[in-house]
């Protein structure tokens, strides 16, 4: 019985410490970030084009978390931008991080590429852009019709990539992910940034 009582009383003492270690000390330290005051809210469109992101699996290939140029100067020489802080993730549910750069950094390609126009071409057929691309094409997020209907958004493509009659057009869900693109710009300054050492004179 007396051994039955310190199994269950170490076993106890075992998970309050994996609590206090995995859940209560993670919380209190992330509830003392700051949110950067300019980081702005995803609109309604911009997070269905989150889902569409999540569904079609971007992360698997895209980070976004450029890092301290201290141990990754390539990530700023990139012009990928500042490191990411744990503020900058306050809107993002769940985290779209990635672990994984067959393609860029994304964290800042809406201030890279802010125009909604490359955004679709380039989801349309990357190699339109880019002619050594190896990212997909994603021809089903866009129509092929005779004749745009008043209020499609027309992608105009090259000649060489054009279909031979008709247009074609982007779906809501092509729309809803460029916005997304697009959304991506964290210029703002970030309250939370490690300071850099001063020079020793």
């Known amino acids: 019985m007396k051994r039955a009582l310190a199994i269950m009383v170490g076993a106890a003492l075992i998970l309050l410490l994996a609590t206090l270690t995995l859940v ?13 005051p300019d980081l702005k809210p995803y609109t309604e469109k911009q997070q269905r084009g989150r889902q569409v992101y999540i569904a079609n699996g971007c992360v698997y290939c895209h980070s976004q978390q ?18 990411s802080v744990p503020g900058d993730y306050a809107n993002d549910q769940p985290h779209l991080l990635g672990t994984m750069r067959t393609g860029p950094d994304l964290f800042n390609v809406g201030a890279r590429l802010p125009s909604i126009d490359w955004q679709l071409l380039h989801l349309y057929n990357p190699r339109v852009v880019h002619k050594d691309s190896i990212m997909p094409s994603y021809p089903f997020l866009f ?14 493509l090259p000649e060489a990539y054009a279909p031979e009659s008709g247009q074609i057009v982007a779906t809501e869900d092509a729309l ?20 850099a050492d001063k020079p020793k004179e």
């Not at 450029?66 to 490191?83: I, K």
């Open 66 to 83: 450029p890092r301290d140029p201290s141990f990754a100067p390539g990530d700023r020489d990139r012009g990928w931008g500042r490191p």
């Open 24 to 36: 209560v000390m993670p919380y209190l330290q992330m509830s003392a970030e700051q949110v950067p």
């Open 143 to 156: 129509r092929h019709v005779d004749e745009a209907a008043e209020g499609d958004k027309v992608v105009y």
């Open 176 to 195: 809803a992910l460029a916005e997304y693109m697009l959304a991506l710009d964290h210029t703002y300054p970030a309250p939370t940034l490690p300071k």
